[in-house]
């Protein structure tokens, strides 16, 4: 029995109870059965002389009753408890009077009636949100709140349930790693050494050697390539990773990966693998049936379809270059692009020519979205009947009737459709349609929600311009392999690279590496790593590629981002336990903080110029 | 086939071979069978005009033959690859000729005739240490040249072993707790803020808030009680820890921990869990059968009998007190000792008089190990024939004969047997006899290695008295709750805390926590933490304790150093890919490293003092 010996509802750390029973798990079965539970108070009534509790523990929630006559020592214990207080409960399962039976409540026909109630810890102050009753408390309560609370905010049904759904994929993502390829589980450091993947590096001043730091990584690139050199073959790791950028809703400080690498694997292999993986895991933990094989677009045709190199495909509405069309046309801004090598590109909206009016095409939501994008204006042109067309008249004027009819054919446009066009420089042109094409699948609700879009985006460029530092940079990282049929211009090589899209979203991207010191060398040296910089960054790497490294690649998923997806939650802090803040604090232990001068000291901070 | 198109021995990396075999698992059922192999060349040699490689891949080793006649290309390309050369081999698996047939090699009796060869990468430089055929390569190359070539070092098959067993622990880990007991791992910051552990923590300076700093986790002690409070009650995680400690042989900068924590889990309950975790480890790891119950000591009687709170119990002498049989001596140094409140303990070494001669007692390396340890000399008896002793004059003549019988008795003495002595405070004494204990034991081969000692040790004390601060300070950490019983006397009170040994060695710890918050401000009182402080550091865990912490405790397992044991490797560098030097440096990629000074400006290091 539960700790005889002790006061009325009081209970020594040594004597705890030994549960017999979980709350949730209890049902018309266990009617009869002694059972003793701990838990939290969820609920706390009288009703008729009787005071009636809902225990919750991780399984669920179940009803205590109190007999006044037979235990009232149970009953007095049980009328001064309050909710979120922590106690434990002896008694005896029964089933409910039949008006009482909740039909919404898993143990709902049953109680369990209590002989001895223990409080093993109170709630002492008022709580600053409520935790069972409110499952909409995100829409009452602050963020700032419920993470400054994070060990309350935790105890509610949906982080319970979002954090134990982030469990279930990894347990799944690494049995099946494990069980059905062979992949070994191996830990790279974190106090590591700066490598370019283009963010900004959070660093550890090192006390041994002043002067000098180690970077917290932001991936384990490096170090999993060597992995490949040491033969390991097939390695995973859901790998923690850092970035010191400013955060967006989306980016946390540190971050999530399951990381894998692999040797001998030909692209096809590699990306059949991962499929198979994604299948497994939307399959398992939400029931999706994702297609097999995942549709591919190349990098160029997805810039030129979708304007975007993850594109949502639950719905068409797809670009067209129509830059032929206004060749030698009359109206002079269309004119002046393609005269400066600009293109032009039209997105045909279907029945949008009733939904925009005119005036929300020259002043409103959809117009700022395109000049958010960075587009001057937004030309259109609306179809009407027969044909016709309607909009700025000296766009209209400047048609030909072949043109406008080729305009039509080429966009697939009807009466009522609605075109948007883009001019400029292609980069330019493409992001701001893909802005508009999101915008109005969103607004005019495109988007069937039950479709699930995945696909492969293969062939990205190997380097891209940076305007600012006036150089090539790596579009993935300098590691990634060149396609081999393109080595004669490395500039404009396809890489062999492929990221995974889920509904416009980035889940997961990799690439086949550089196996070979010359090739790695010459990539190095496009993106104006000179030999001596490469040779003290990177010289490891080097000289691994000169002892036998095998062709090796491989893939990052972002974690949270996917499990975010998965737990329908709306933003990775969801999903995270205890996230930071977008200033990059910790609510709850208020990290990062001040530290002893004493401590600063032996780093060689003394001087540290906090201006 | 095997890249029918490119020229011969050459092969682009996208048309890397599918393998569709594994070389380690070929054998006599597979003769007939054409595979295509990939690995690396273990062994090349030229016999009778005829080449041979022996292929490695993750699964082991396969002979590859050359047919000159029917194969010349093939032949040719086996020619010139050299020992470590990354090559793809097709060919048919056919038997060995009676006389080749190798009993020493798991493929012995079979070998692949080799139809196309091509070769993936070359080594191109001399290697620092040969990888296959020299496993002893330890014993002749210096770690430092290991470190640096981690790439190579890593490829050797000790060094593959050794960390494909860690997943396999790892794994085993994993499953045993979320299958057997409904776990949930859950991820805790690595940027997080300083908790007092001990040790010194690794800085990383806020970039968005200058003069701020987040610390990395010495353990995550205190998220994993935010989730106990938060009602996971079940939470693991295989978790990256971090101290900037001078570095010992068995210490790691980082380093990795098995840690869990329960709520309402009395403790024997988890004690009885962590029992079946770890005997089902040595069970499936290393086949090794633990007891069951562990043994348990309280840590008064581990350190009377054994002058350790981590005894190795593979081996008996036991330390006996025999203050109470000197006192009023005639013996000046141990009369003062006595007088000046300290203690007299003796350890009796089976048959040491013949084994450890006068001289080495004096000045042999015995001696010198009683002063290491603290001592000022070291007294000791000899046991001769007819419970006759000798030793220094002036001990053996203070020893009434009633008095010399009685300790002969407590210490079980018979002829031969050496009976050393340490004298003067508790604490100096037990570390004296413990240390002497150890060098006795290994240096007279007392060690069973088939013997395999595991224990738990429990009742620590609360806090110990730190001399050079002048405070008492808690033995494991602060969080730690006191036994009920002896809370009228905090500062003396006795831990829920259990340490488990394993062969002298401590393998994992941990304690029920304290989860009422007048206890912990208690507590932190105690060990000089103003209610000031208490609330600046911990404020959010005193308010987590009102409002709803479950009684709750856990444990943390140091990983490195389980895996070195259930390895039987001599470092924990040996079960840790990429581990840091000595002096903290990670040798391969030269970590930790100078840095941009436009970062260090971001961070507002400009005035940085690295003198």
Redesign the interface.
């Known amino acids: 029995t539960l700790a005889p010996d002790s006061r009325p509802g009081t209970i020594?750390?040594?004597?705890?109870?030994?549960?017999t029973a979980f709350c949730g798990e209890l049902g018309p079965e266990d009617i009869g059965k002694r059972v003793q539970l701990?838990g939290?108070v969820a609920l706390h009534r009288v009703h008729g002389g009787l005071t009636f509790i809902n225990l919750?523990?991780?399984s669920g929630i179940v009803q205590i009753t109190t007999i006044p006559d037979e235990f009232p020592e149970a009953y007095s214990v049980a009328n001064k408890v309050r909710v979120?207080?922590?106690i434990?409960v002896e008694g005896t399962v029964r089933s409910r009077p039949s008006e009482s039976v909740n039909k919404n409540m898993k143990t709902g026909s049953i109680e369990v009636a209590a002989e001895h109630v223990v409080v093993?810890?109170?709630?002492?102050?008022a709580?600053p949100f409520p935790v069972t009753t409110a499952d909409d408390v995100k829409d009452i309560i602050t963020e700032e709140i419920r993470l400054r609370?994070?060990?309350?905010?935790?105890?509610r049904l949906q982080?319970?349930s979002n954090?134990?759904l982030?469990?279930r994929v990894?347990?799944l993502i690494?049995r099946y790693l494990?069980d059905v390829h062979d992949f070994?589980?191996?830990?790279?450091?974190?106090?590591?050494?700066?490598t370019p993947e283009g963010a900004?590096?959070?660093?550890?001043?090192?006390?041994?050697?002043?002067?000098?730091?180690?970077?917290?990584p932001q991936s384990p690139q490096?170090?999993k390539q060597?992995?490949m050199?040491?033969?390991?073959?097939?390695y995973y790791q859901i790998a923690?990773c850092?970035r010191?950028e400013?955060l967006r809703a989306d980016r946390q400080?540190?971050f999530?990966q399951l990381d894998m690498e692999l040797?001998?694997?030909?692209?096809e292999?590699m990306m059949g693998l991962n499929e198979n993986l994604v299948r497994h895991i939307f399959q398992e933990i939400v029931g999706i049936h994702l297609p097999n094989p995942f549709p591919r677009l190349t990098y160029v045709e997805a810039m030129s379809k979708y304007g975007s190199d993850r594109p949502d495909l639950r719905f068409d509405l797809e670009l067209k270059d129509v830059s032929d069309i206004f060749s030698g046309c009359s109206f002079k801004v269309f004119a002046d692009v393609l005269e400066f090598g600009g293109i032009i590109k039209a997105l045909c909206v279907p029945s949008g020519s009733e939904k925009f009016s005119n005036t929300s095409l020259k002043k409103g939501e959809i117009y700022n979205e395109a000049i958010r994008a960075g587009a001057k204006g937004l030309p259109f042109l609306k179809v009407i009947e027969n044909g016709e067309i309607e909009g700025i008249p000296a766009l209209v004027s400047s048609l030909q009737p072949s043109n406008r009819e080729q305009l039509l054919r080429v966009c697939s446009a009807k009466s009522n459709d609605l075109i948007l066009f883009a001019v400029g420089q292609p980069k330019v042109v493409n992001k701001i349609l893909d802005r508009l094409r999101m915008f109005v699948a969103r607004d005019l609700g495109l988007i069937n929600q039950s479709i699930h879009s995945i696909l492969w985006v293969t062939d990205f460029p190997m380097f891209e311009w940076n305007d600012s530092e006036e150089r090539l940079e790596a579009l993935h990282h300098p590691f990634t392999?060149p396609?081999?049929?393109d080595l004669d211009d490395l500039p404009s090589a396809r890489a062999?690279a492929y990221d995974m899209v889920y509904n416009g979203i980035e889940i997961g991207g990799g690439s086949?590496r550089i196996?070979?010191?010359e090739v790695q060398e010459k990539v190095l040296g496009t993106v104006g790593v000179s030999p001596k910089q490469a040779e003290e960054k990177f010289g490891?790497l080097l000289?691994?590629?000169?002892?036998?490294?095998?062709?090796h690649g491989g893939i990052a998923y972002g974690l949270d981002r996917l499990v975010m997806l998965l737990a329908g939650a709306n933003s990775i802090r969801d999903v995270?336990?205890?996230p930071?803040t977008t200033?990059?604090?910790?609510a709850?232990?208020?990290?990062?903080?001040?530290?002893d001068s004493q401590?600063l000291k032996?780093?060689?901070?003394?001087?540290?110029?906090?201006?």
Chains 1, 2 share one sequence.
């Open positions: 020594s750390s040594l004597q705890w109870v030994s549960r701990c939290w919750r523990d991780r979120e207080y922590v434990a093993l810890n109170s709630v002492n102050r709580l609370y994070r060990f309350l905010d935790l105890r982080m319970q954090l134990r982030r469990h990894v347990k690494r494990e070994v589980e191996i830990e790279t450091p974190i106090l590591s050494r700066s900004r590096d959070y660093l550890v001043p090192s006390r041994v050697q002043p002067g000098t730091f180690y970077a917290l490096l170090f060597m992995l050199v040491s033969g390991f073959e097939r923690r850092f010191d400013d400080p540190e999530t040797a001998f694997t030909p692209l292999e392999a396609n081999p049929e062999l086949l196996h070979k010191r490891y000289e691994s590629l000169d002892m036998g490294a095998p062709p995270i336990a205890f930071k200033t990059a604090q910790c709850l232990t208020k990290a990062p903080s001040v530290v401590q032996e780093l060689a901070f003394n001087n540290l110029d906090s201006s």
